[in-house]
């Protein structure tokens, strides 16, 4: 089972990652994560890599898809592979598509976690965290027992990230329309699309995943 998951940040889409890595025996296969492997191991593909990347140049597809075919022939993709941050165009997507098939494989589905943007928004801005020992509470959804002192270590401190913004936020989750755009379409043409809701709670989206997974 070779899958692509999407979904903006706020989304939950690391930890779905994880826990299909941890249940499922797949492998994620981050093309961010493989460039700078490539360039950290000095190999002759890093080497051309990091010059590419250094001088601010797009990075070719077929090394790109050089790189991620050296990849899929490790052992481990044998579980399954969760795609993330590739095909960005209708070009890698055949890449893509071309590589799986020269290994017997295939992509089995395109899953996206959905957001409400709004929704996304509220979540994001309303969160702080205690100064002390990091407990996490939210202006509306969570707030201590007691105004202003910590539920567990009685401290009076609290922080907020300064990028839990409303702005930050509707930047990225323009970003992310952005550089999906490309592809959704392709996908969907193929009947490969499954939206999850992405602002439930953790286990119902894992549960989602799971269903689609097994074709239930
Ligand atoms: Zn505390």
Do not use: W
Not at 62 to 71: A, C, E, H, Y
Not at 85 to 98: F, S, V
Not at 123 to 129: D, K, M, N, W
Request: charged share 30%; proline share 4%.
């Amino acid at each position: 089972m070779n899958i692509i998951l999407l979904g903006p940040p706020g989304a939950g889409k690391g930890t779905q990652a994880s826990r299909l890595e941890r249940e499922r025996g797949m492998v994620q296969i981050s093309t961010g994560d493989l460039l700078r492997a490539a360039v950290k191991s000095g190999s002759e593909i890093g080497k051309l890599a990091d010059g590419i990347m250094k001088a601010g140049k797009l990075f070719p597809d077929d090394l790109m898809s050089q790189i991620l075919g050296d990849r899929l022939d490790q052992p481990d993709t044998a579980g399954g592979v969760i795609f993330d941050g590739y095909p960005r165009t209708a070009a890698q997507a055949d890449k893509l598509d071309a590589l799986l098939a020269e290994r017997g494989k295939s992509l089995d589905h395109v899953i996206e976690l959905e957001v409400d943007e709004d929704a996304l928004v509220d979540r994001i801005t309303g969160r702080f965290t205690c100064a002390r020992c990091g407990a996490g509470y939210h202006d509306r959804f969570k707030l201590p027992k007691e105004a202003g002192v910590c539920d567990v270590c009685g401290s009076e401190e609290f922080k907020r990230r300064p990028d839990d913004n409303e702005e930050t936020v509707r930047t990225r989750m323009a970003e992310y329309r952005a550089k999906t755009a490309p592809i959704l379409p392709l996908y969907e043409a193929r009947g490969l699309v499954s939206r999850v809701d992405g602002m439930a709670d953790i286990d119902e989206v894992t549960a989602a995943i799971e269903a689609i997974l097994d074709g239930r």
